[in-house]
């Protein structure tokens, strides 16, 4: 077998005193905290689209990557290709899950059983190189966007044929999902929305999104598919008007259907703060929902207004991220996936790693500090005496429904001055800062 990476060692963990770039510098996969391995609280995958994929092409110019496949022709054998050097990039990166998309992994045919008969041959190399290795597959999920025929959208097009070409497409998907044994299975509308309401009936659009969701865990159900059923939330791009906007859109959503035991939410960092929110929030409205599934770990460019995908190296952004995760419990079958790209600028193949090797390290850190915080209390205690009122007296009793609004008005009327307590957001900052600067 081919080696594709010949420049590339098994990354190992140096420490932060090494100057070797191809090194981790905080992740130590086996390193204990709070009684899992840094292994198991993150739970890290390789993105196949952006890492075997993406050329570097943006709308001003052709792709830049020089990758080891670039003389391959033959599709197929592409495919082969990248499928085996998945598994070694995989292995020297030391990251024990990838994702895909089923056009990632096998090119699309002339028609659609051509299309699953070339998944059937990658799954089945792909299955041959599981048996030698330890990778696995955290979810997988279809490519329901890419194709002109997905112009107007799949589950929400006007044309009833896409809709049932779409609901064949993840039918197979979900079935090769869980022949590779994936632990998940995510939902991304790429292109379930509107762009004007002009030429829209959003309430026959929305009905039929929900009913392709309910499909989908009735098919699950008939197969036998245990693996987690996963929407990821995003605000625009590609469509203006985005149907799972962000995580209380796509909560309220699933709830309005009676859907909301069958899914969780894979909330992306990048797709949070184009829809004008903090990846911090969007994991805590899901987590206070019990609906948080997974992670897609990117991050924007703030001075850019679309999803850039970059790798995730803001510590502060990670150390809230690991503090919402881990106050939830860990993401159970999830996992942080780097839906990440390297630069364009950054187009040779040993990029890939130091891209993966940034992430990592930034979230191995964070995890770090979010623990400690967690462990000292004190940011836990300032939250619970702030909203102290609410354990005794009339706050008890408004939690407890002992209390309406005519007892509340009695109460109004003899409780005299009220006194507020300031919020400390400076403080809080600050001793947020001083565990990430200590930690």
């Not at 495919?79 to 090119?107: Q, W, Y």
């Not at 839906?339 to 995890?367: C, N, Q, W």
């Not at 770090?368 to 462990?375: G, H, L, N, W």
Request: with cysteine; glycine share 10%; charged share 25%.
């Amino acid at each position: 077998m081919s080696e594709y990476f010949k420049s590339v060692p098994k990354i190992k963990y140096e420490g932060k005193v090494s100057d070797n770039p191809l090194s981790f510098k905080y992740y130590n996969a086996d390193e204990k905290i709070g009684g899992k391995t840094m292994k198991e609280h993150l739970r890290f995958a390789v993105a196949y689209w952006h890492t075997y994929q993406a050329t570097g092409g943006d709308p001003f110019g052709v792709g830049t990557a020089l990758r080891p496949w670039d003389n391959i022709t033959d599709p197929m054998e592409l495919a082969k290709e990248k499928m085996r050097a998945n598994f070694e990039f995989c292995s020297k990166l030391g990251a024990p899950f990838f994702c895909f998309h089923d056009r990632d992994i096998a090119p699309e045919g002339a028609t659609l059983k051509d299309s699953n008969k070339n998944l059937d041959e990658i799954v089945a190399l792909t299955k041959d190189l599981m048996k030698t290795s330890d990778l696995k597959l955290l979810w997988g999920t279809a490519n329901a966007f890419s194709h002109p025929r997905y112009v107007h959208g799949a589950s929400t097009s006007p044309n009833a044929d896409v809709f049932a070409f779409a609901a064949a497409q993840v039918k197979k998907a979900m079935e090769i999902t869980m022949e590779l044994g994936g632990e998940n299975y995510v939902f991304w509308g790429g292109r379930e929305g509107y762009e004007t309401l002009l030429n829209t009936n959003m309430k026959l659009e929305l009905d039929n999104l929900a009913r392709f969701l309910r499909m989908a865990v009735e098919y699950a159900n008939e197969i036998g598919f245990k693996g987690q059923f996963l929407i990821e939330p995003k605000p625009k791009e590609p469509t203006k008007h985005q149907y799972d906007f962000d995580a209380g859109t796509v909560i309220g959503f699933l709830k309005t259907y009676g859907l909301e035991k069958h899914f969780k939410l894979n909330i992306e960092a990048n797709h949070a703060t184009l829809a004008a929110h903090t990846f911090q929030h969007e994991l805590r409205v899901s987590a206070i929902n019990g609906m948080l599934g997974s992670v897609d770990a990117n991050q924007g460019d703030m001075l850019l207004g679309w999803d850039t995908d970059q790798f995730p190296t803001n510590i502060y952004d990670t150390t809230l991220a690991m503090y919402e995760i881990l106050k939830a419990g860990g993401l159970g079958t999830g996992g942080l996936n780097f839906d990440s790209k390297v630069r364009r600028g950054s187009f040779e193949p040993e990029d890939l790693f130091y891209g993966h090797i940034a992430g990592m390290d930034t979230f191995a850190k964070g995890l770090r500090i979010a623990y400690k915080i967690i462990e000292d209390g004190k940011m836990d205690k300032f939250v619970s005496d702030r909203y102290s009122s609410y354990t005794n007296g009339i706050g008890k009793d408004i939690v407890e429904g002992k209390a309406g609004f005519k007892e509340l008005e009695s109460y109004a009327f003899s409780n005299g001055a009220i006194k507020n307590v300031s919020g400390r957001q400076e403080m809080l900052e600050s001793l947020l800062n001083q565990y990430i600067l200590e930690g």
